[in-house]
């Protein structure tokens, strides 16, 4: 019986990549979104949707965290409450909302990968964009921590860390901010979607075995630790 995928974001960007990898690979993907193309029209923020969303559609195996927000491209001190708010709403609290309503059931079944979407900016901090650095180091802190809880479940929960990539959620982000975070990465170009998704893919399958809590850096170089 094929494994069933479920891809938050999974109508654009690396989510959309994912989805498209990991059917290649067999699995029946699910993708849920806020945009109407989904197949489970989810606001990832929304905990009680996120929860009716996992009673309806029953066992996942893979669970790939790929909805986020770039959010205000301002100094610190220019951020508004609301900006900051939200791009921890649906970054952060989209992450932790989706956790927990699909391992559960992952560890019933004694066998799960969760594929969190992080980012370089959460390792190294990106100027003018604090909300999301901020954000994406929370999501890094909540992979260690959940990959701990379930290490002998057989449950893996791992994150992907890319530098910029060509994506429709980089169309928000302001030339002078894009332009500083693109002359960062040695390979001086930005990454694909695709690229990410075989990164993706093989966090959710069996060959990846004994790693779970890591963070896997897609950087063209730029990573530093």
């Not at 995928?5 to 699910?30: F, N, P, W, Y």
């Not at 391992?103 to 190294?124: F, H, I, Q, T």
Request: aromatic fraction near 4%; charged fraction near 15%; proline fraction near 6%.
């Amino acid at each position: 019986m094929p494994r069933t995928a479920l891809i938050t974001g999974g109508v654009s960007g690396l989510g959309e990549a994912a989805a498209v990898r990991l059917a290649a690979d067999g699995v029946k993907v699910v993708t849920l979104d806020i945009s109407g193309g989904a197949d489970l029209v989810v606001d990832v923020t929304d905990a009680a949707a996120v929860q009716a969303a996992a009673d309806e559609l029953g066992p996942v195996d893979i669970l790939v965290n790929s909805a986020g927000v770039i959010g205000p491209n301002v100094p610190l001190w220019e951020v508004p409450t609301d900006g900051w708010r939200h791009t921890f709403d649906v970054n952060v609290n989209g992450t932790f909302h989706t956790c927990r309503a699909f391992v559960p059931g992952m560890r019933e079944r004694g066998w799960g990968r969760v594929v969190n979407l992080a980012s370089m900016a959460g390792k190294d901090g990106n100027p003018n964009m604090s909300p999301y650095s901020a954000s994406k180091a929370a999501v890094i802190a909540l992979t260690k921590s959940l990959g701990k809880e379930l290490a002998t479940s057989g449950v893996l929960v791992n994150a992907v860390a890319p530098a910029v990539i060509e994506t429709p959620m980089n169309a928000a982000t302001g030339p002078e901010a894009l332009a500083h975070i693109t002359g960062l990465i040695p390979m001086k170009r930005l990454g694909r979607p695709e690229e990410v998704a075989e990164l993706i893919a093989w966090l959710a399958s069996d060959r990846v075995s004994f790693s779970t809590g890591a963070v896997y850096d897609i950087s063209g170089g730029r990573a530093t630790y």
